[in-house]
């Protein structure tokens, strides 16, 4: 049976205010100074890739598969042997693929600045609108809202559940309305819900009749091969191959990168597209470089070799992040059980438990976690504008710190939640 | 004294035609197949940055000195000792640089991408306004003129002599011409020219006066550090700190770059500006990515150490640079030895010869080598819209062809530029 708060008796909660105040006072005088706002991989994680520090050396052979030195300019697209290892990763073959440089984030911002200034494939350039808008499945990623933010383009919120986002609402606003031209899906191990996008939403998703012939899904694939098990894995459907037999190929941008697989700033990024697609943004590319770094690509190359190599290597990483995920599960199940002060996802994939508080006390709730010395992302930071309507989630990182620190800083956001909480029920 | 060709008597003319129509029918048989388009190292010169490949390997330390491991994300600036090392090469404090990925020119690009969208500096996004123009010191890079083009920023050419561009004009027009918004300099060693820009030049661009605030000089010092010769080096005054100390200091963005001190294509860029510019570039940068690659910058400051470093590199590459150089200059002072067909600068560093042919036929002789092999940069290149009003100029990439080629290549090419000079003598 669950605890419902505001039905419980005012002397209970006020007994128990009394009594969390106490404990929070206690940890106060710890002087605890814990980060869990970054999802970043722990020291441990980047010692996996060390080895990539020597498959290169001065005695190396430079030479990538079609002749060409890498260590001098060239190769735009990307050397063969990288296309495919990232085509790998993305499902599709290395026609599809483009390597760019360090930063997939700077991939999807090129593209808004391509579609900005010189419009999609010979449509109007967004800035010469006067309105662009843009669906962001909620809770989100905050460094996608800042993008369209840092453009002028307005967000409409789209609620998601546990197959991905509300796509009846996606349909109707995107045959609807010209001036949407583009949605943001991190469709596996979402940031920060942990779902996965069903079969179903994906083939509605390439089955879209966009008003706006320049409207296109920017798929961040960023957690691909990103599992916490061996046993229960999420599958997504490949969307690029399905869209094209869909007879709607041209509708999405597919991004990836290696940054949570290798060193997080030192990887790989890469867009996978239609043919025109990629015609179209290799013009952008053309004119912005000489082209990205082929000595990092051949790198990852000869560390990796293969999807094998790529998986054995999440399956160290996911050593290490499962224990890590398992202990905050716990904690919370301990902590709340039988309550309804909070729900949250159990993730199979992914860097991010999301965390609901039930009683909307989010903001309150991050702040006093902040005066006891345990930082959190900001409350709202995965809603567009920071305005999380409900002020109800937060998000929590648990691959960076060490389990003992999860385990104080899970059991300091847990009093501070129900602390939070009664006071909204009392009201004060 | 000098042979004027076009004084000549035609019976003359008419028989060294057939006499060099008969070398570039032999020319034709040799089935030649040489390159000389490209402004890029050479494979020795690739070689000398081999132990760069080893300083960092599964042992070493990532963390730079800030405290902040290289293998995870975060230090958006850059880290502090590749700040100081480009800020060396820059010869600015390390403060005054912020350090980027692989391509200066990418840099480049997105300041106008930033001024297109967001405007400099508070002022009215060029996207927003009727017309954008840039001055363009010719010849000049084409790859600056190409970013111009994919803006529609419209190229005003500017001559430039042995001191730099013609200061009068770029003053009168930027003082008359709000919609002028930025100039193009590689004022040292520059390219294809060879001039380095004197100091009086340097003292007029930072005392200009444009009529736009959003006027920047784009200055592009991609050969700062890439002399030919021991005892005979160009000085270029440093603009930045100059701008300051004349009450200017926002008028100018400084790029530089290691790609042609390393490897091409897996170096450094940065730039260097004042601090509100480097305010309102880090407002872009901070929604464009999570930083750039730290473990490659952390490479370039454990090989090379410090400017010490930087230049017995670039000495062991004018080693082997300048031989190539001084054949190209022999063969075409013997070849052309008191004649009025062609003139040529005999540059200190950087990576070109500009040769102009006087008689105004750069076009047919680039066309007429391509025909006998000798692949030369597209005449017309140099100069905005690809469009060289009096179709002199050639520009000659020495660095990467071995020694033996480049002294077929121009002689070669010698003999083509006196047949297609004839040719246009005799109005045949």
């Known amino acids: 049976m669950t605890l419902t708060y505001k039905n419980l008796p005012t002397e209970f909660l006020e007994k128990e205010l009394d009594s969390l105040n106490e404990k929070l006072n206690?940890?106060?005088?710890?002087n605890l100074r814990l980060n869990m706002k970054r999802g970043v991989p722990s020291k441990e994680q980047l010692d996996l890739s060390m080895g990539m520090m020597d498959v290169l050396n001065s005695e190396s052979d430079f030479i990538c598969e079609d002749g060409i030195d890498c260590r001098t300019y060239g190769e735009l697209e990307g050397i063969p042997e990288c296309r495919r290892l990232l085509g790998q990763i993305i499902e599709l073959p290395p026609e599809n693929i483009l390597i760019?440089?360090?930063?997939?984030?700077?991939?999807?911002?090129?593209?808004?600045?391509?579609?900005?200034?010189h419009g999609v494939m010979g449509n109007t350039p967004w800035s010469k609108l006067d309105k662009v808008k843009w669906l962001c499945p909620v809770p989100g990623y905050d460094r996608h809202f800042a993008?369209?933010?840092?453009?002028?383009?307005?967000m409409i919120n789209i609620p998601m559940d546990e197959n991905g986002p509300d796509m009846d609402m996606v349909e109707d606003l995107v045959s609807k309305d010209e001036s949407i031209k583009g949605i943001w899906c991190v469709p596996k191990y979402s940031n920060p819900s942990g779902i996965t996008y069903s079969e179903e939403v994906v083939r509605r998703f390439i089955a879209l009749k966009p008003k706006a012939k320049d409207f296109r899904i920017y798929w961040d694939n960023a957690y691909s091969v990103h599992h916490l098990y061996e046993d229960k894995q999420d599958y997504l459907i490949e969307i690029i191959?399905?869209?094209?037999?869909?007879?709607?190929?041209?509708?999405?941008?597919?991004?990836?990168?290696?940054?949570?697989?290798?060193?997080?700033?030192?990887?790989?990024?890469?867009?996978?597209?239609?043919?025109?697609n990629l015609?179209?943004?290799?013009?952008?590319?053309?004119?912005?470089?000489?082209?990205?770094?082929?000595?990092?690509?051949?790198?990852?190359?000869?560390?990796?070799?293969?999807?094998?190599?790529?998986?054995?290597?999440?399956?160290?990483?996911?050593?290490?992040?499962?224990?890590?995920?398992?202990?905050?599960e716990q904690i919370l199940d301990k902590n709340f059980l039988n309550s309804d002060l909070i729900s949250f996802n159990r993730p199979?994939?992914?860097?991010?438990?999301?965390?609901?508080?039930?009683?909307?006390?989010?903001?309150e709730v991050v702040a006093h976690c902040n005066e006891l010395g345990i930082a959190f992302t900001p409350a709202g930071s995965s809603y567009p504008y920071h305005n999380d309507p409900e002020n109800k989630n937060i998000r929590i990182a648990p691959s960076y710190p060490k389990i003992e620190d999860l385990e104080i800083?899970?059991?300091?956001?847990?009093?501070?939640?129900?602390?939070?909480?009664?006071?909204r029920v009392l009201g004060i």
């Open 26 to 30: 206690e940890y106060k005088k710890l």
């Open 100 to 117: 760019f440089g360090n930063s997939s984030l700077n991939v999807m911002f090129d593209c808004v600045a391509h579609a900005y200034v």
């Open 147 to 154: 993008i369209c933010e840092f453009f002028g383009i307005e």
């Open 241 to 276: 191959s399905e869209a094209k037999k869909a007879n709607n190929p041209d509708i999405v941008y597919k991004f990836t990168s290696t940054n949570k697989i290798s060193f997080p700033g030192s990887g790989i990024a890469a867009l996978a597209a239609s043919p025109n």
């Open 279 to 328: 015609e179209d943004i290799k013009r952008y590319m053309a004119v912005q470089t000489i082209g990205y770094d082929k000595v990092n690509q051949l790198r990852h190359v000869r560390f990796f070799h293969d999807l094998n190599g790529i998986k054995s290597m999440m399956k160290k990483h996911a050593d290490i992040l499962r224990p890590k995920f398992e202990k905050v």
């Open 348 to 363: 199979r994939g992914g860097y991010f438990i999301s965390l609901n508080c039930e009683y909307g006390v989010a903001k």
């Open 409 to 423: 800083a899970i059991n300091v956001l847990s009093d501070v939640i129900k602390y939070e909480s009664i006071k």
